[in-house]
T-cell receptor
Framework: SQKIEQNSEALNIQEGKTATLTCNYT??????LQWYRQDPGRGPVFLLL?????KEKRKERLKVTFDTTLKQSLFHITASQPADSATYLC?????????FGTGTRLQVFP | GAGVSQSPSNKVTEKGKDVELRCDPI?????LYWYRQSLGQGLEFLIY????????KSGLPSDRFSAERTGGSVSTLTIQRTQQEDSAVYLC?????????????FGPGTRLTVT
């Protein structure tokens, strides 16, 4: 069956450290993968898109990797700040629509 | 400019009643999506509109759910004979064009509670 898996447990890290979130998928062949941030009571907000032929994409303190052999994407936040605390969702394409993972909650403490 | 708006922000209804949820996408966006998010869960795809094409209804959980998009703009999601398991946040998103290369812009959602 098709699955998208993100760490269901919250990730707690100290301010200034690098946060690494994982997105694994099964039985999909996505051409694109997107990452979104969701704060409580709000809709998700787009962060980054990476294509299957791209190994890595960066935007400010954010970095995304996409390994189609491992069927995995990693999302990194460097020099993390308490304001980065939120739930992060990965989403991959499936015939013109996005299928979202369940998200990983990140908590950055001072 | 204005983002995606949804109304109402909260809706409490009795089991068995019908509800209508509204979504106003960003002007000029041709694609519109509806998702459902249950407490602590990810987003569940419901339906996708792209221009004048027939909508992709593959995510609708039952025939009690339907959606329309009038004039290529505003969309209404209707749930008939609501059940308690329909309680969730219903999110609408729009994108410039359909397909996954385009980022989706989400509204704030409608929290539906069925009592």
């Amino acid at each position: 069956s098709q699955k998208i898996e993100q760490n269901s447990e919250a990730l707690n890290i100290q301010e200034g450290k690098t946060a690494t979130l994982t997105c694994n998928y099964t039985n999909y062949s996505p051409a694109y993968l997107q990452w979104y941030r969701q704060d409580p009571g709000r809709g998700p907000v787009f962060l980054l898109l990476i294509r299957e032929n791209e190994k890595e994409k960066r935007k400010e303190r954010l970095k995304v990797t996409f390994d189609t052999t491992l069927k995995q994407s990693l999302f990194h936040i460097t020099a993390s700040q308490p304001a980065d605390s939120a739930t992060y969702l990965c989403a991959l394409d499936d015939t013109d629509k996005l299928i979202f993972g369940t998200g990983t909650r990140l908590q950055v403490f001072p | 400019g204005a983002g995606v708006s949804q109304s109402p922000s909260n809706k409490v209804t009795e089991k068995g009643k019908d509800v209508e949820l509204r979504c106003d996408p960003i002007s000029g966006h041709t694609a519109l999506y509806w998702y459902r998010q249950s407490l602590g869960q990810g987003l569940e795809f419901l339906i996708y509109f792209q221009g004048n094409s027939a909508p992709d209804k593959s995510g609708l959980p039952s025939d009690r759910f339907s959606a329309e998009r009038t004039g290529g703009s505003v969309s209404t999601l209707t749930i008939q004979r609501t059940q308690q398991e329909d309680s969730a946040v219903y999110l609408c998103a729009s994108s410039l064009q359909g397909g996954s290369p385009y980022e989706q812009y989400f509204g704030p959602g409608t929290r539906l509670t069925v009592t």
